[in-house]
């Protein structure tokens, strides 16, 4: 029984690697699932380490056009959320400081009394 259980992690296993393996070799179009095509090759440091951003592109024409709107509305919606994010993160501090602020006045008040 419980040699079984360690078998099927194994297996779960194998198969994260391979789908991580499966990203990086083939780099299928996310609307028609076509094979993309490097469009070029950018040579970038970050944090003084030379890393290598593979622009793909699909190689239908007005399939990318669909996927770039895609990607684009996306990004919109990501960097939205991580304003809203970023808005509720203030709005929390401030309440937090008012409660410590509110908290504080009340022990003066129980120390004067
Ligand atoms: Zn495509």
């Known amino acids: 029984m419980e040699e079984e259980e360690i078998q099927e992690a194994v297996v779960e296993a194998d198969s994260e690697e391979g789908d991580k393996m499966a990203d990086q070799n083939t780099n299928l179009c996310i609307r028609c699932g076509k094979q993309r095509v490097v469009v070029k090759t950018e040579k970038e440091y970050v944090n003084s380490s ?46 937090m400081r008012r409660g410590r602020i509110r908290r504080k006045l009340l022990e003066n008040n129980h120390s004067i009394k």
């Open 50 to 95: 030379l890393v290598y951003t593979t622009i793909t592109s699909c190689p239908d024409d007005t399939c990318q056009g669909f996927v770039n709107v895609m990607l684009d509305k996306e990004k919109l919606l990501r960097e939205k959320i991580v304003e809203n994010h970023e808005r509720e993160k203030l709005i929390r501090e401030k309440r």
